[in-house]
């Protein structure tokens, strides 16, 4: 474990600098989601402003997400919750749309165990986001331009939990220091080769 930087005392940060274990795996998924299975938890979620397609072998990402707030789905649309959980864990999306901005609400995001190799900048200008689950995806992949973790993610200033554990990553971006409120970051099972300054300091 690393100690928290000087600016925040009760950060635990889990990130390791040398962590070339391979990348772990989780279940898998048990066969593709129909059109009307999302549906019925796209109209749940607007119920309960949670919506979980954990573990239905999608292998996109459900477009309609980003559009939620335009969603239709129940009686008395008015009285719709807010989309403020999202769980697509246990999946085979490949990639999030840059869209995914438009849900301003969402606080908990779940993307564990995909084939995700570059993270959108939209994600990380979620302003009421404070759960980022993107373990055991392809991250830092060098089969892919630009995967890995962009310094934007420094906007996501109620960002309070990032766990990264199971990917390629051979770095951390530096803006994880501005992140004022995060307590917990968890980057093992990694390639990391250094850490950030931030990080870094801390541990003298």
Same mark, same amino acid.
């Given at each position: 474990? #690393? @100690?928290?930087?000087?600016?925040?005392?009760? #950060?635990?940060?889990?990130?390791?600098?040398?962590?070339?274990?391979? %990348? &772990? +795996?989780?279940?898998?998924?048990?066969?593709? %989601?129909?059109?009307? %299975?999302?549906?019925?938890?796209?109209?749940?979620?607007?119920?309960? &402003?949670?919506?979980?397609?954990?573990? +239905? &072998? $999608?292998?996109?990402?459900?477009? *309609? #997400?980003?559009?939620?707030?335009? $969603?239709? !789905?129940? *009686?008395?649309?008015?009285?719709?919750?807010?989309?403020?959980?999202?769980?697509?864990?246990?999946?085979?999306?490949?990639?999030?749309?840059?869209?995914?901005?438009?849900?301003?609400?969402?606080?908990?995001?779940?993307?564990?165990?995909?084939?995700?190799?570059?993270?959108?900048? &939209?994600?990380? @200008?979620?302003?009421?986001?404070?759960?980022? *689950?993107?373990?055991?995806?392809? $991250?830092?992949?060098?089969?892919?331009?630009?995967?890995?973790?962009?310094? @934007?993610?420094?906007?996501?200033?109620?960002?309070?939990? !990032?766990?990264?554990?199971?990917?390629?990553?051979?770095?951390?971006?530096?803006?994880?220091?501005?992140?004022?409120?995060?307590?917990?970051?968890?980057? +093992? *099972?990694?390639?990391?080769?250094? !850490?950030?300054?931030?990080?870094? /300091? /801390?541990?003298?």
């Amino acid at each position: 474990m #690393i @100690a928290a930087p000087k600016h925040n005392p009760n #950060i635990d940060y889990a990130a390791q600098a040398n962590n070339n274990m391979a %990348a &772990g +795996k989780s279940n898998v998924p048990q066969g593709p %989601a129909s059109q009307k %299975a999302i549906e019925a938890a796209l109209k749940r979620a607007q119920q309960t &402003g949670n919506l979980n397609l954990q573990g +239905k &072998g $999608l292998k996109a990402f459900p477009s *309609d #997400i980003c559009n939620f707030n335009e $969603l239709r !789905l129940i *009686d008395n649309f008015w009285e719709a919750y807010d989309l403020q959980k999202v769980d697509l864990s246990n999946n085979e999306i490949e990639s999030i749309p840059e869209e995914i901005v438009n849900q301003e609400t969402v606080v908990s995001f779940n993307f564990n165990t995909n084939k995700l190799a570059v993270v959108p900048n &939209g994600l990380f @200008a979620l302003p009421t986001l404070k759960f980022l *689950d993107l373990s055991h995806n392809i $991250l830092g992949t060098k089969a892919v331009p630009n995967s890995y973790l962009s310094e @934007a993610i420094g906007q996501c200033q109620s960002l309070v939990e !990032l766990h990264l554990a199971g990917n390629q990553l051979t770095h951390l971006p530096e803006s994880l220091g501005d992140l004022a409120n995060l307590e917990i970051l968890n980057a +093992k *099972d990694n390639k990391l080769q250094a !850490l950030p300054y931030v990080l870094a /300091s /801390s541990t003298d």
